[in-house]
């Protein structure tokens, strides 16, 4: 016996020695084998005040001891199948079986037992964006042989965000959990990575249970712009002292709802503006849920006095909550172009009276890359007519200033001579700018004004019966044409009454030319004394049947009794009244 421990010992130290007391069980009918071995962490270092327990074939646990502070340990058996499990809080729990022989001592070599918390992740280093979020897999794992209390912690870097998910949805945080022999536990670990982070970084998980276990990852940020500002077109040409509009639209792609503020910065001189096109407003504070979006324009006005090249207006979102910056280039190529001048009208052709004034409607188009000053001219008006050109505001114009792409409507307003026949004019607009040149061509269909009307004020004339007297009926053309085949006709002519109008017709009468008609009235002398009535009407080939009956007059005739007439009716009263007066006389005393 004395032997075998010392043989034993040089296997196990000194130390050992102490330890051999702490089993029992064993059979001592049979030869006693020693069986030892060291158990030590998964970083080789012993495992000291471990259990280790023995068990048969039969499982009925045989001896149990110990290990040393240097992680070894030794039993003695008799020969045999055993199963040897080694428990110790905080590391896992692990079995062995093992055959004893008629002979020893049996080495059952280094046994080493992992942690009773296993930590596994996937990653140790990931490349990643500013402003990004990344979730990471975890697993936890108890291998150990009772209930383990974890808590849970990640240290970052300064101002980074992390969170502990029991799932992907995020929807329960974890901080700490127990674990119960052979439990697995999927964890997510989200990190939200600030704007400001750029380089290299790690990031510790940290599971504290018996023993703590820690696993880092590595981490290189890029720091890049979050491209929440997007435009269709963001290189345009343009021309100086032009306006330029670029479409903009502002998206939140981040994870998590952002407040921020919009600006610009610009080339010398230069003025913009953000509209909201929801509403017309200038945008500067925003705030936006994850996928919203807000659309809008960037109007960039172009100095007059600017020089040929490209230049670049920035458009600038500066998150306050997160903090971030987003830029997004607007590309300005100025240009010196030319103006091109184009004139377009829907009413070619217009129809107007003699002494009117029509109005041409006339859109005036500058369809070259650069302002101009277009000049206006009418050409092919025969004398006595006159023109002028009018803008929106009614002002007199001979020139106009169009920006490029700009248009502008005129009034062409051309004046009809009084006189003018009834006739069709054609003309031409012309437009000019520096360098280019259009023309309109219009047409203008003169109607005839036709009018006329008494000179003559009082239709009231006295003769005598069966005398002829005349009347004169003056008439003048108050119309812009001339008319033809003018004639006074005198209807609803009293009985013994005879009428001539003299001339019978005149044939041309020009507008504003006067007409005298002369109407002898020659009346029988047994015509009664009293008041007559002729009918006088004006007619003429361009009359309407209206203005035909316009003119209808009466004329009004006193007929006076002839001087003869009065003389016999006198001597025949003296007559009476002498025969009156001898027969007074001769009878009137009887």
């Not at 729990?93 to 596994?120: D, E, H, Q």
């Not at 919009?262 to 500067?284: C, E, H, K, R, T």
């Not at 600038?316 to 009208?345: A, C, D, E, M």
């Not at 007059?553 to 007559?575: E, M």
Request: net charge negative; glycine share 8%; proline share 5%.
């Amino acid at each position: 016996t004395l032997l075998l421990i010392i043989s034993s010992a040089f296997y196990l130290g000194k130390s050992q020695l102490d330890v051999y007391g702490a089993t029992y069980g064993v059979s001592s009918s049979n030869p006693l084998i020693n069986v030892y071995g060291t158990v030590v962490d998964s970083n080789n270092n012993p495992i000291w005040s471990a259990y280790v327990y023995i068990y048969d074939s039969y499982g009925s646990l045989v001896t149990q001891t110990l290990t040393s502070s240097t992680g070894n340990f030794m039993v003695t058996l008799n020969p045999g199948t055993y199963k040897a499990q080694f428990d110790k809080i905080g590391y896992e729990y692990k079995s062995i079986a093992f055959n004893v022989p008629n002979t020893g001592p049996v080495y059952l070599g280094t046994i080493t037992l992992g942690y009773s918390l296993s930590l596994s992740i996937p990653f140790t280093y990931l490349r990643v964006n500013c402003l990004s979020e990344v979730s990471i897999p975890i697993t936890i794992s108890e291998k150990g042989s009772r209930n383990e209390p974890v808590n849970l912690s990640v240290n970052v870097p300064e101002g980074w965000n992390a969170s502990i998910y029991l799932g992907q949805t995020g929807q329960v945080e974890v901080g700490g959990l127990t674990l119960s022999p052979n439990q697995v536990q999927n964890l997510y670990l989200d990190l939200h990575i600030p704007y400001n982070s750029s380089g290299f970084y790690n990031v510790t998980f940290v599971a504290s249970g018996w023993i703590t276990q820690e696993e880092t990852i590595s981490f290189y940020v890029n720091k890049v712009d979050p491209q929440l500002l997007t435009s269709t077109y963001s290189i345009v040409q343009a021309m100086p002292d032009s306006t330029v509009n670029f479409g903009l639209t502002i998206t939140n792609k981040l994870s998590e709802r952002f407040t921020g503020v919009m600006s610009l910065i610009l080339p010398n001189g230069w003025i913009g503006n953000i509209v909201n096109n929801a509403d017309g407003s200038s945008l500067y504070g925003i705030s936006l849920d994850p996928g919203n979006f807000i659309k809008a324009t960037v109007t960039l006005q172009v100095p007059g006095n600017i020089a040929p090249g490209n230049y670049v207006a920035v458009v600038v979102l500066s998150g306050i909550s997160p903090y971030f910056v987003s830029k997004l280039q607007l590309n300005v190529t100025i240009v010196q172009g030319s103006p091109v001048v184009r004139l377009h009208t829907d009413s070619p052709y217009l129809d107007a009276y003699a002494g009117s004034a029509v109005s041409f409607p006339v859109n005036v188009k500058n369809v070259g890359d650069a302002n101009g000053v277009v000049s206006l001219s009418l050409k092919g008006l025969p004398p006595g007519y006159s023109w002028m050109a009018k803008d929106s505001s009614g002002n007199v114009i001979s020139k106009l200033f169009l920006k490029a792409g700009e248009n502008k409507m005129l009034n062409v307003i051309v004046s009809i001579p009084p006189l003018a026949e009834p006739s069709v004019l054609s003309f031409t607009l012309d437009a000019n700018t520096s360098n280019s040149y259009d023309n309109l061509s219009l047409s203008l269909g003169i109607l005839g004004s036709y009018s006329i009307s008494y000179v003559t004020q009082s239709f009231y004339l006295e003769s005598t019966a069966g005398s002829t007297t005349t009347f004169q009926v003056q008439v003048q053309n108050t119309g812009y044409s001339s008319l033809t085949n003018v004639q006074l006709s005198a209807t609803n002519i009293p009985s013994n009454f005879n009428v001539q109008v003299d001339p019978n017709i005149v044939l041309l009468l020009k507008p504003q030319d006067t007409a005298t008609f002369t109407i002898t009235i020659t009346t029988t002398a047994d015509v009664s004394a009293g008041d007559y009535y002729i009918t006088l009407n004006i007619r003429a080939d361009q009359l309407t049947a209206d203005q035909t009956q316009s003119l209808v007059r009466p004329l009004h005739v006193y007929i006076k009794q002839s001087s003869l007439a009065v003389y016999f009716g006198v001597g025949i009263v003296l007559v009476v009244l002498v025969a009156l007066i001898i027969v007074y006389r001769k009878y009137g005393r009887r």
